[in-house]
Nanobody, 121 residues
Framework: QLVESGGGLVQPGGSLRLSCAASGSTLENYAIAWFRQAPGKEREGVLCISPTNTYTYVADSVKGRFTISRDNAKNAVYLQMNSLKLEDTGVYYC????????????????WGQGTQVTVSS
């Protein structure tokens, strides 16, 4: 089971760090992806980190602003979001699978319930 946390309300230009934690599984054995879904829009892939940290998918819309990292000791994966924009608002989900599938969401086997991120002045 995946559980996201760290969402909230932030002003444009601010930062947030989202966490993805797991119970009953070791995240370091999985590729972890972050997706987001804005109101009225389809879910889109944001980033993915491979099990060996050798591949990271990064959506053009977040390049240079968002990074993904692991803390294997805490069995957690983080999404660091900087320079947030209004259009970054949405529900953010983490997903796990043995490999990264980019933004092909149906390929990821495990999903969390999501955490809301709202960027507003």
């Amino acid at each position: 089971q995946l559980v996201e946390s760290g969402g909230g309300l932030v002003q444009p230009g601010g930062s947030l760090r989202l966490s993805c934690a797991a119970s009953g599984s070791t995240l370091e054995n999985y590729a972890i992806a972050w997706f987001r879904q804005a109101p009225g829009k389809e879910r889109e892939g944001v980033l993915c980190i491979s099990p060996t940290n050798t591949y990271t998918y990064v959506a053009d819309s977040v390049k240079g602003r968002f990074t993904i990292s692991r803390d294997n000791a805490k069995n957690a994966v983080y999404l660091q979001m900087n320079s947030l924009k209004l259009e970054d608002t949405g529900v953010y989900y983490c997903a796990a699978d043995p490999q990264c599938w980019g933004d092909y969401d149906v390929a990821y086997e495990y999903w969390g319930q999501g955490t809301q991120v709202t960027v507003s002045s």
